[in-house]
Each structure stands twice: as structure tokens, then as C-alpha cells.
């Protein structure tokens, strides 16, 4: 959605976008049509700052048949406190508060750089493609076979990249659900950013997502360390669990140390269990 502002005035550091996000005056500037929930396109301003955010009050939640009604945008949240205690920033700032349609999650707007399949240095590399040959090409780590119409398929594939790495060990974590390529946002300097996080921490399996490119693979030597300093983190009492119990039930805290412990133990990027179908639909 074209915007003449979509950055705060100066560069603010994480704990004051954060304060911008949680405090400033919430004003709504149109809709987000092609989301299955209310998405609202917004600015947030204080202090002579102000930012482009994205709104999802939880009064425009779909109901969903393994989720408890009204808990995504917490679910949102916690994922944020998540990525935030990986040290890899891979969600954008987001919080929960009180807006013009009820409580509901608040994440700052990221401009995505544009992608483009010619090499010339001109735009971000793509993330995804679909390719003709059997097995990926240099670079490329293979996902699954996709129709293509006309009786046809097309091998799907994610870049080998390391920030894509990180995202599915984070995926692996947070129980996502529904990783998705629309989800994936490379911003300017190289960022990347996942969004869309409402269906995570399920105390069940429901990890579903589009780079299982490094599955069964060891975690790399960043990713070990991350997620034993995790396992500390999410120890009872510590202050991320405290968190964390404002926004999730304890039943899902304890299944995110077993995912934790699980990672730390098997010191492998998890496979499909094949009890729940791998890969979203649709997956863009």
C-alpha cells in the first residue's frame, strides 16, 4: 500500500519503536485486503516521531478449529519475544495494545526490497523458485515437487542463505504453522524479516513451512548456541518465561522448552513427522 512515510524520522533503536509502537496515537489509513484476518494498515505517532505499523485487532480474528478464539495477536507477540531472545532480530518490533478496534497486534511496517531472477546486482536475489531440473542448483536446497499445470511439475527450492537458515531454525522453535514465501520480507541492508505469526506455539506439531531445505542437516555452530542459551531462558521463572505467560498458556511454554530441548539434544534441523501435511497452503 503506497505510503508517503513508511520509517520512522530517525533511526530509533529497538526499545523505542517498541515505546513508539506501545504508546503513540494509532491512526488507521486502510485495509489490507488480501489477509484472511483484518489487517489495517496504520501510522503510529508520539513524541514527534512516527512510524507505518501494521494493526490486527483481535475482534477481526477468523476463528480457526485448532486455536483457541482471540490468541493470535498474542501468538504474534510472543513470537517476537522469541526472535528477540535468538539475538537474530528476525520479527519486526511488535506489541500488544489498545487501538481503534479493540486490543490487538501492533508491528512496524517493513518496506520489502524488490526481488528479481536476473543476477545483475539490481535487486535482492529471489528466495524461491520453481525449477524445471530434478535436483537444485548451486546455491538452491530442494523443498518438495509442485503441480505446474498441464500435467506438469516443477521442483520448488529456497536459497541456501544463511538468514533463511536462521528463520527455519526459529520456525522449528516457535511451532509455525504457516511459513509461507509471502512471509519472507528482505529489507534494505540485507535484513530479513518473517512476519505473519499468529498460528505458532501450538502445543502440537503443526510445524508447516516452505524451507525444509536443511531438514535432518546438523544445526549450524550460531544455531547450537542459540538455542542452548534458549534452554537457559525458558527455565522457570526467568524473566522471557514471564513474559511469555502473559501471551501464551503454560501448557504451550512447556511444549516450547520440549521443542528447546529437542533441538538442543538432537543438534539437527527437524524433518516432517509426516502426521501433518509439511508445507502450507497456498504457499505463497
Avoid at 520453481?130 to 518438495?144: F, H, M, Q, R
Avoid at 509442485?146 to 516457535?174: N, S
Wanted: net charge negative; proline share 8%.
Amino acid at each position: 500500500m503506497p505510503a508517503p512515510e513508511r520509517i520512522p524520522s530517525r533511526s530509533l533503536t529497538g526499545t523505542e519503536l517498541v515505546a513508539l509502537l506501545t504508546e503513540g496515537e494509532l491512526t488507521v489509513l486502510g485495509q489490507i485486503r488480501e489477509a484472511s484476518n483484518a489487517v489495517l494498515y496504520c501510522t503510529v505517532a508520539r513524541d514527534g516521531e512516527e512510524a507505518a505499523c501494521v494493526y490486527k485487532p483481535v475482534a477481526g480474528e477468523q476463528p480457526l478449529w485448532d486455536f483457541p478464539d482471540g490468541t493470535l495477536a498474542a501468538r504474534e507477540v510472543a513470537a517476537y519475544e522469541i526472535s528477540e531472545a535468538t539475538g537474530w532480530g528476525l520479527v519486526p518490533p511488535t506489541v500488544l495494545r489498545d487501538g481503534p478496534y479493540g486490543e490487538g497486534m501492533c508491528q512496524l511496517w517493513i518496506d520489502a526490497e524488490p526481488q528479481d531472477d536476473e543476477d545483475d546486482g539490481a535487486a535482492e536475489p529471489p528466495l524461491l523458485a520453481l525449477v524445471e531440473d530434478e535436483e537444485p542448483g548451486e546455491g538452491w536446497k530442494a523443498v518438495a515437487h509442485a503441480e505446474v499445470g498441464g500435467g506438469r511439475t516443477a521442483l520448488l527450492v529456497h536459497a541456501d542463505d544463511a538468514r533463511l537458515r536462521r528463520l527455519a531454525v526459529l520456525d522449528a522453535v516457535i511451532n509455525n504453522g504457516d511459513r509461507k514465501g509471502g512471509h519472507l520480507l528482505p529489507a534494505p541492508g540485507g535484513r530479513l524479516y518473517g512476519i505473519d505469526h499468529g498460528v505458532t506455539f501450538n502445543a502440537d506439531d503443526k510445524l508447516r513451512t516452505l524451507l525444509w531445505g536443511w531438514a535432518g542437516e546438523p544445526l549450524t555452530a550460531e544455531a547450537v548456541e542459540v538455542v542452548e542459551r534458549l534452554g537457559t531462558e525458558l527455565a522457570p521463572g526467568a524473566p522471557l518465561v514471564t513474559r511469555l505467560g502473559e501471551l501464551i498458556t503454560e501448557v504451550e511454554i512447556e511444549a516450547l522448552r520440549g521443542r528447546v530441548a529437542g533441538l538442543r539434544a538432537t543438534g539437527r534441523h527437524p524433518e516432517p513427522s509426516g502426521e501433518w501435511p509439511s508445507i502450507p497452503w497456498p504457499p505463497v
